[in-house]
């Protein structure tokens, strides 16, 4: 890859979202989907015009200039047209900008993407590619969805934006509080993904993991945030110190049980730690559950002086307060290393009558454990059954691994 490629994919990553804001913001007649075409169209003029020019001093002041002047071009006979950039000067022909005031948008942009009259699905979608800033494969593979699914996902996205109008006004005060528990979900959703996606060395997609944090982070920093937005920082950075030590240098899964202990960030522990501390409020959520837990784990001197017995009793707190199978899972594998083996095994067995049936994660976690319990032949039949429901590599060899022993 050449330096103007590595340039490119450089800003891309850093300001196509911030890029698409600019033009949205630039005048009322350009919509999501324009805007997107303007940044593209730079980006393409940016790599043909940098291999014969070279590298500006100012990548991006450049990019944006090039947006303001094709968004010109395209709408200068509209009336309503008026030009946010008329009293800026210049004496090099590069735009210079204040990046405060593009992060500003950028979490404007996180509660627009956030939109209740989004789905879901659309709103984690939006954030991976716009503030996130990945391009559509990149999406596909950390969702696990074809980019097919994602551009269709896109597309619905951008004609509910384009005719409710909806994108980027400007919240209330109100609006804030009320779209606060969907940013934290998408927060969440992201890091998830994030730490879950991809295979082989690939598997944990850190900047994923990044991006959330940087997300929560701003939120905390411009006080728009509550108890839950601390205690979602917390569990954070809890998981994120033990990132590092999730996948051997061979890129092979590594399991609580059997991850180095030593690669866990301390640094990361304590912060995490003072940020729990600060989201002590007596209205308790599913994020201060999950952060105690994964204090225990991370405060833990082995995996056999862990605290199983607080933790199991969290994990049912947890499940009153956030009925689902996942955290139902997490609940029976804590009862059984509380010796609560019998309970651990029956919550298993109900969860086969959900959709976890059908995922690898259920029959992974009944081979494991009918293994350590010596019943290999249960053990086989869920192992091989959990092999057909991955496609992730690094889960294959994992399983495999857990096949050998048995």
């Given at each position: 890859?050449?330096?103007?490629?590595?340039?490119?994919?450089?800003?891309?990553?850093?300001?196509?979202?911030?890029?698409?804001?600019?033009?949205?913001?630039?005048?009322?007649?350009?919509?999501?989907?324009?805007?997107?075409?303007?940044?593209?169209?730079?980006?393409?003029?940016?790599?043909?015009?940098?291999?014969?020019?070279?590298?500006?001093?100012?990548?991006?002041?450049?990019?944006?200039?090039?947006?303001?002047?094709?968004?010109?071009?395209?709408?200068?006979?509209?009336?309503?047209?008026?030009?946010?950039?008329?009293?800026?000067?210049?004496?090099?022909?590069?735009?210079?900008?204040?990046?405060?005031?593009?992060?500003?948008?950028?979490?404007?942009?996180?509660?627009?993407?956030?939109?209740?009259?989004?789905?879901?699905?659309?709103?984690?979608?939006?954030?991976?590619?716009?503030?996130?800033?990945?391009?559509?494969?990149?999406?596909?593979?950390?969702?696990?969805?074809?980019?097919?699914?994602?551009?269709?996902?896109?597309?619905?996205?951008?004609?509910?934006?384009?005719?409710?109008?909806?994108?980027?006004?400007?919240?209330?005060?109100?609006?804030?509080?009320?779209?606060?528990?969907?940013?934290?979900?998408?927060?969440?959703?992201?890091?998830?993904?994030?730490?879950?996606?991809?295979?082989?060395?690939?598997?944990i997609r850190q900047e994923?993991?990044?991006?959330?944090?940087?997300?929560?982070?701003?939120?905390?920093?411009?006080?728009?945030?509550?108890?839950?937005?601390?205690?979602?920082?917390?569990?954070?950075?809890?998981?994120?110190?033990?990132?590092?030590?999730?996948?051997?240098?061979?890129?092979?899964?590594?399991?609580?049980?059997?991850?180095?202990?030593?690669?866990?960030?301390?640094?990361?522990?304590?912060?995490?730690?003072?940020y729990l501390n600060k989201?002590?409020?007596?209205?308790?959520?599913?994020?201060?559950?999950?952060?105690?837990?994964?204090?225990?784990?991370?405060?833990?001197?082995?995996?056999?002086?862990?605290?199983?017995?607080?933790?199991?009793?969290?994990?049912?707190?947890?499940l009153q307060n956030n009925?689902?199978?996942?955290?139902?899972?997490?609940?029976?594998?804590?009862?059984?290393?509380?010796?609560?083996?019998?309970?651990?095994?029956?919550?298993?067995?109900?969860?086969?009558?959900?959709?976890?049936?059908?995922?690898?994660?259920?029959?992974?976690?009944?081979?494991?454990?009918?293994?350590?319990?010596?019943?290999?032949?249960?053990?086989?039949?869920?192992?091989?059954?959990?092999?057909?429901?991955?496609?992730?590599?690094?889960?294959?060899?994992?399983?495999?691994?857990?096949?050998?022993?048995?």
């Open positions: 890859m050449d330096k103007e490629q590595k340039a490119a994919d450089k800003l891309y990553k850093t300001h196509f979202g911030k890029m698409v804001t600019a033009m949205l913001q630039f005048s009322s007649d350009i919509d999501l989907e324009m805007a997107e075409d303007l940044v593209q169209d730079a980006f393409y003029a940016a790599l043909a015009t940098w291999k014969d020019k070279g590298i500006p001093q100012n990548p991006a002041g450049w990019m944006y200039t090039v947006c303001r002047n094709n968004a010109i071009n395209v709408i200068k006979k509209n009336k309503s047209f008026k030009n946010p950039f008329e009293e800026e000067h210049t004496t090099n022909g590069e735009a210079e900008h204040d990046e405060n005031i593009f992060e500003d948008r950028k979490l404007q942009l996180l509660f627009a993407c956030s939109h209740p009259r989004l789905s879901a699905k659309m709103q984690v979608v939006i954030t991976l590619k716009y503030l996130a800033n990945l391009k559509t494969e990149s999406i596909a593979k950390a969702l696990g969805i074809t980019i097919d699914g994602i551009d269709k996902i896109l597309a619905r996205a951008k004609q509910r934006i384009r005719m409710e109008n909806i994108f980027l006004k400007e919240p209330t005060p109100q609006q804030l509080i009320t779209r606060l528990p969907i940013v934290h979900k998408i927060i969440y959703l992201i890091f998830n993904e994030g730490y879950r996606a991809g295979s082989g060395k690939d598997f994923l993991c990044e991006e959330s944090l940087i997300m929560t982070k701003s939120l905390l920093d411009n006080n728009i945030c509550n108890t839950d937005t601390a205690a979602l920082y917390a569990l954070q950075l809890f998981n994120a110190s033990r990132l590092s030590a999730r996948v051997t240098p061979a890129g092979e899964l590594s399991d609580l049980e059997e991850q180095d202990r030593t690669l866990w960030n301390g640094d990361l522990i304590v912060l995490g730690s003072y989201s002590r409020s007596e209205n308790i959520s599913s994020y201060h559950y999950e952060a105690a837990i994964a204090y225990l784990h991370c405060h833990a001197k082995s995996f056999a002086d862990t605290d199983w017995a607080t933790i199991s009793k969290l994990y049912g707190q947890l009925p689902n199978p996942f955290v139902k899972l997490n609940y029976a594998i804590a009862l059984y290393y509380d010796f609560q083996k019998q309970k651990a095994f029956d919550t298993l067995r109900d969860l086969r009558h959900t959709f976890l049936e059908q995922s690898y994660l259920l029959h992974a976690t009944l081979g494991k454990l009918y293994l350590l319990e010596g019943e290999t032949y249960k053990s086989d039949l869920h192992l091989t059954k959990a092999l057909r429901l991955t496609d992730f590599q690094v889960e294959i060899d994992f399983i495999k691994k857990m096949l050998v022993k048995s």
